[in-house]
């Protein structure tokens, strides 16, 4: 198993290598795929609930504004902070670092780089109650009748919780950066779907931009909607993510485009036909339902503490 720098494709947005793809350092230590899929996920979901409770989202009047343009730091740290949770976990195994403690220290850093930095207090204090929630719903089935109300219990302000939490913090950060030799930079496809769209004479469509921009919310849980993260953004390029979504989004809506094997539209920008299904297979894979007892198995695999007995528990 890889302990040392990630080696990735030299381009623009670094991707995971075929061979980290094929095996990754978790399933090397016996963690089935479905497993660190989901948990990969969840990891992504407590970052963007973070991010509401830290108040990194803002309310835009247009629906079609990139952070960026809008000049919303914030909200893009939060995506920054998914993909290189995303990316981690192709370098390193979820038997050594905990989604949890690896989201806390991703959006710490992502605040950085994005220079509009939080506290590490107030980080501390939200992800205490997040996996405060999370342990309360998993303990909440197996009450016969309806669970109590969650309610939250503040940690000491000196007590080891604190520290510990601190401690894994400050650890995740530093191995974030370790492992992914400080290659950090995330480029979000927000600006690229619209110029596609336009190139496409698709802008006029206000159905079409509103699906599109949906799947790559999807893609990327900028918006949560209930649906699990995928990874596409650690395997595939900007381009190839966003055609991904104009390709659903134009099959969902019967609009016709050049698709003839001599003049098809993604040729335009440079993407392969296997990789654009591919993508499109991760964002149509958020949509199976997970049942109860999937979903509360995530919820109680968040720390490492839990993750290795689980692990321990399978052999």
Request: glycine content about 4%.
């Amino acid at each position: 198993m890889s302990t040392g720098t990630v080696t990735v494709r030299r381009r623009l947005h670094p991707l995971a290598s075929l061979s980290q793809i094929q095996s990754t350092p978790s399933a090397q230590d016996g963690v089935p795929h479905s497993i660190e899929e989901d948990l990969r996920a969840y990891g992504c979901k407590l970052i963007h609930q973070a991010g509401i409770l830290l108040n990194q989202f803002v309310s835009s009047s247009s629906q079609f504004v990139t952070p960026h343009i809008l000049g919303d730091r914030k909200q893009v740290a939060v995506a920054t902070a998914q993909i290189i949770l995303q990316r981690f976990f192709y370098v390193s195994s979820l038997k050594q670092f905990s989604v949890a403690d690896v989201g806390m220290g991703a959006l710490f850093l992502s605040s950085k780089l994005e220079e509009c930095p939080v506290r590490m207090r107030d980080l501390i204090n939200v992800y205490d109650l997040l996996l405060q929630r999370a342990a309360h719903t998993v303990a909440s089935t197996s009450f016969a009748h309806p669970p109590p109300e969650f309610k939250y219990t503040p940690m000491s302000y000196f007590g080891n919780t604190f520290y510990d939490l601190r401690e894994a913090l400050v650890v995740s950060e530093m191995q974030i950066l370790k492992r992914l030799g400080f290659d950090v930079q995330v480029v979000l496809p927000y600006g690229t779907l619209v110029n596609y769209m336009r190139l496409l004479g698709l802008t006029s469509r206000n159905e079409a931009m509103s699906m599109a921009w949906g799947y790559l919310n999807d893609a990327t849980l900028i918006q949560w909607l209930n649906r699990l993260q995928t990874s596409v953004y650690a395997l595939y390029a900007v381009p190839t993510v966003v055609s991904a979504a104009i390709l659903l989004t134009t099959r969902q809506l019967g609009i016709a485009l050049p698709s003839d094997p001599t003049n098809c539209w993604w040729e335009l920008f440079d993407v392969e036909w296997e990789d654009l299904w591919s993508v499109c297979g991760y964002v149509m894979r958020l949509y199976r339902e997970r049942t109860t007892d999937e979903r509360v198995e995530i919820m109680g695999l968040l720390t490492k503490r839990d993750f290795r007995q689980w692990l321990e528990n399978k052999k």
